[in-house]
Structures are given as C-alpha cells and as structure tokens.
Nanobody, 123 residues
Framework: QLQLVESGGGLAQPGGSLRLSCAAS????????IGWFRQAPGKEREGVSC????????YYADSVKGRFTISRDNAKNTVHLQMNNLKPEDTAVYYC????????????????WGKGTQVTVSS
C-alpha cells in the first residue's frame, strides 16, 4: 500500500522548534518532489516548502523563509521539516505530499498525500 505518514506535530511555545517527518511506504521518496503544506482553521491550504526530486532544490514560502528547513533522509525514506522560531500563525495541520519526478510541488497535481499532523504554537 502506497502511503505517506506525517509525524512530529504537537504543541510548541512561540520561539520554539518542532521537526516534522514524512515517511513513505510502498515507494521511495527520492524519486519524488516532496512538498509540505498547511491549513489553518478557516483558511485555505498553503504551500510551505518543497524539495525537488532531482537536484534537491528547495523552496520556501516567504512566511517561513529563514525559519523552516526541508531535508531528505534517503536511508530512512523520510523527508523532514525543521521548524524553528515558531510563531502562533504557524498553527495549522501540516501535510506532506509527493509528486513523481518533479522540480516543484503544485498542490493540485501531487500524487500522494498524508493525513496530516497538527502543529499548535501557543504560550
């Protein structure tokens, strides 16, 4: 069964850190562009970060640039999203998604989606 599973969400204080993980089963992530997306209550889903399948080029939304880092761990078939200096506005459900052999992560075209992990930033 092909699936993505996110983990690492939880409650963090403003200024704190969390590391999200996106693990794949049934396929190898290194052949896929992997994107992280988030959706807060009452808001539209937005792209957070993407790592390409070929040369590992990374992309970040302006709102997280300099605070979040996306990376691959091919040995564990996992992609991480390190989130530092968290802000209350980062509170959302975070999803990872995969698109085969791609440079970018258009949310309407992703092949596989995880079910999400909740991130709450609050004091």
């Amino acid at each position: 069964q092909l699936q993505l599973v996110e983990s690492g969400g939880g409650l963090a204080q403003p200024g704190g850190s969390l590391r999200l993980s996106c693990a794949a089963s049934g396929f190898t992530l290194d052949a896929y562009a992997i994107g992280w997306f988030r959706q807060a209550p009452g808001k539209e889903r937005e792209g957070v970060s993407c790592i390409s399948s070929s040369d590992g080029t990374t992309y970040y939304a302006d709102s997280v640039k300099g605070r979040f880092t996306i990376s691959r761990d091919n040995a564990k078939n996992t992609v991480h999203l390190q989130m530092n200096n968290l802000k209350p506005e980062d509170t959302a459900v975070y999803y990872c998604a995969a698109l085969w052999s791609a440079y970018v992560c258009p949310p309407g075209n992703m092949d596989y989606w995880g079910k999400g992990t909740q991130v709450t930033v609050s004091s």
